[in-house]
């Protein structure tokens, strides 16, 4: 599968923004993940959701802040994020795993998207 990350830009602090993922292959096999790298640091897991949408599993960091939903149908997958802070500022990149190997998972998806950079100015 491919996947093609957009919906970044540059936002004001407190403000939403929805990032999108598509999907180019077989959707339904995969389950899906939302990461992100600021500059400097370490990728960071950010929120997983199943190849059905049933289940959704999300960082401590952002619960409360982060939705992950998909649309199997569109072979899409988004990441809403409200009450944007300027440490949300990070390139974010989507990723897709067998369901196979297990849900939820944090690390160690098979395959990425290249990313969409998000910049929140204070």
């Known amino acids: 599968v491919q996947l093609q990350a957009s919906g970044g830009g540059l936002v004001q602090a407190g403000g939403s923004l929805r990032l999108s993922c598509a999907a180019y292959?077989?959707?339904?096999?995969?389950?899906m993940g939302w990461f992100r790298q600021a500059p400097g640091k370490e990728r960071e897991f950010l929120a997983a959701?199943?190849?059905?949408?049933?289940?959704?599993h999300y960082a401590d960091s952002v619960k409360g802040r982060f939705t992950i939903s998909r649309d199997n149908a569109k072979k899409m997958v988004y990441l809403q994020i409200i009450r944007l802070k300027p440490e949300d500022t990070a390139v974010y990149y989507c990723a897709a795993d067998w369901v196979a190997s297990g849900f939820p998972k944090n690390e160690g998806y098979a395959y990425w998207g290249q990313g969409t950079l998000v910049t929140v100015s204070s």
């Open positions: 292959g077989t959707f339904i096999s995969y389950n």
């Open positions: 959701i199943n190849w059905s949408g049933g289940d959704t």
